[in-house]
């Protein structure tokens, strides 16, 4: 069936603006589904946890099929593995009432991912479904769920200032237009939160937010609470919840990195927000356990690190003079720990961290930002050599603090016998204050390194000699 023949606009004039537009992205949509291959079905002979196995089917690796199930419905499900001569598959839904013998049918073609400027605003789940009460997406355009690499020579540098609107990860972790650094985290120290922080700050011209596999309260509540009415007006959330089977998570990961890339290729500059990229590794880790690959470090089989990167490398800079994505991950650390293994992996990958510790958090110090375990790669090629001065001198006299905290908070301290020491007592309620921020308060990066000279100018004193 050819399906390149679309509807003339020309053949219908009474339609109303809002048919019209509708019919017009339906004609895009056809052209682009272009003849539609005629693929035979199979039959389902077993399940196996989470595996279906099916029979007759000729298909790829990655593929996806419908399944029928009782009350005539249909099961989405993608091709996950091989077994002999049966086909692996894994449900993207409820798989109540499926039976043996159920056809399984394969679905032509890849998926394309409805985009362009319509979506702003919007929330959308894994199968690219409208969340919202905004009634059906009617988008201009499609993309593909896998874009084309970018060979990295063709990369712009990262080169320009990014504002987030965050003052210490303005002046202290300063981030790069195309960067991509990580949030690090146990739960309920404060990620969300500044994430909802930079959505609303930073000055991007699209944010892309994907909520995977986080609690479906949060969703509502990053949306109302935490994101705004003033970020959602630039942003496309893709919501799935931890409900949702691991096919789903895994695809909302991608489809909000595939729309940031959509964006970036059309000239505008990005921010994507991934709450969490932990949940998206769970994921992979449930789907290639339950395919049959082994375990390996902490039960995380080897194509998970293979997949992580994969997602990651597509943010970053376009090519010279065109768009950009700058990306946030959120990563989980399980009891804190910062050699979790998943933590461990992006931390090497990524362009910077940012690790909230919850012994701040506790403190009621937010953004909860642990000074000693954070970095921005990317910095020095950002700002100039003083401006590292001051940002090394405030780490060094945060970090004496930290180390005699206990002997000061006895009254072990006596002043005098270290001057280091001494400055850092004396600077901490004004460090303490300058890296303390509302959710609500912004500032921004102008404002940043200005309150930064005016905390550190009675402090600079000499600083490493590598500076």
Known sequence: MDHSEGVSADAVPMCSAPALTRMRALQRRLEAAGP????????????????????????SLGARCLVAAEGHRRVAAEVVGFNGDLVQLMAAGDMQGLAPGARVRPIPGD???????????????????????????????LTTLSGPPINP???????????????????????GRGARMGLFAGS???????????????????????????????????????LGEEGRRRAVVVAVPADA?????????????????????????????????????????EVALAAGEPPAARGFPPSVFAKLPALVERAGNGRDGGGSVTAFYTILMEGDDQQDPIADNTRAILDGHVVLSRRLAEQGHFPAIDLQSSISRVMPSLVEQEELRRVYRLKELQSRYASQQDLIAVGAYTPGADPTLDMAVQAHPAIRAFLCQGMRESFDLAASRAALTQLMGPYLGSVAAAI
């Open 36 to 59: 539609l291959p005629l693929l035979p079905s199979g039959s389902l002979v077993r399940v196996r946890g989470l595996i279906l196995e099916a029979h007759g089917l000729d298909v």
């Open 245 to 285: 089977p691991a096919l789903a998570r895994i695809r909302g990961a991608r489809i909000a990195t595939a729309l940031a890339e959509y964006y970036r290729d059309r000239g505008q500059h990005v921010l994507l927000l991934m709450d969490s990229l932990t949940r998206y590794a769970l994921a992979l880790r």
């Open 153 to 175: 020579l063709e990369r712009a540098l990262v080169r320009q200032p990014l504002d987030v609107g965050v003052r210490a990860i303005n002046a202290l972790f300063t981030v």
């Open 111 to 141: 998926l394309r991912i409805p985009a362009g400027p319509e979506l702003y605003g919007r929330v959308i789940d894994g199968s690219c479904k409208p969340l919202d009460d905004r009634g059906p997406l009617e988008t201009m355009d």
């Open 188 to 226: 309920g120290v404060g990620k969300s939160v500044l994430m909802g922080m930079m959505a609303r700050n930073t000055n991007a011209d699209v944010i892309v937010v994907g909520l995977i596999g986080e609690r479906g309260r949060e969703v509502k509540e990053f949306i109302e609470d935490i």
